[in-house]
Nanobody, 123 residues
Framework: QVQLVESGGGLVQAGGSLRLSCAAS????????MGWFRRAPGKERAFVAA????????YYADSVKGRFAISRDNAKNTVYLQMNSLKPEDTAVYYC????????????????WGQGTQVTVSS
């Protein structure tokens, strides 16, 4: 069984930055990709970013390109989401997830999910 634990959320003013972390534990951990999703109040869960566990490929939603950066540390089984130039519309619960599928932007392709961490951006 794989467990994912997010951390790093909080309250920040517009224009500020936050760094989310997602630590994985459990049996041998080697997913195809790790992703970040978010759910804003009253909205569906939305793809934010993903990264291949091997190689260098990264993927971003258009709404965060140029502001967010996903990275990983395979030795620590940890994935990060650096969020810069935050906007009030980035306010959401952010979830990390692990996938064994190449369909990295599709939440149904992810097998394991964290409990989520709240990010609130004030204007």
């Amino acid at each position: 069984q794989v467990q994912l634990v997010e951390s790093g959320g909080g309250l920040v003013q517009a224009g500020g930055s936050l760094r989310l972390s997602c630590a994985a534990s459990g049996r041998t951990f080697s997913p195809y990709a790790m992703g970040w999703f978010r759910r804003a109040p009253g909205k569906e869960r939305a793809f934010v970013a993903a990264i291949r566990w091997r190689g260098t490929s990264t993927y971003y939603a258009d709404s965060v390109k140029g502001r967010f950066a996903i990275s990983r540390d395979n030795a620590k089984n940890t994935v990060y989401l650096q969020m810069n130039s935050l906007k009030p519309e980035d306010t959401a619960v952010y979830y990390c997830a692990a996938s064994n599928s190449f369909d990295v932007t599709n939440p149904t392709a992810y097998n394991y999910w964290g409990q989520g961490t709240q990010v609130t951006v004030s204007s």
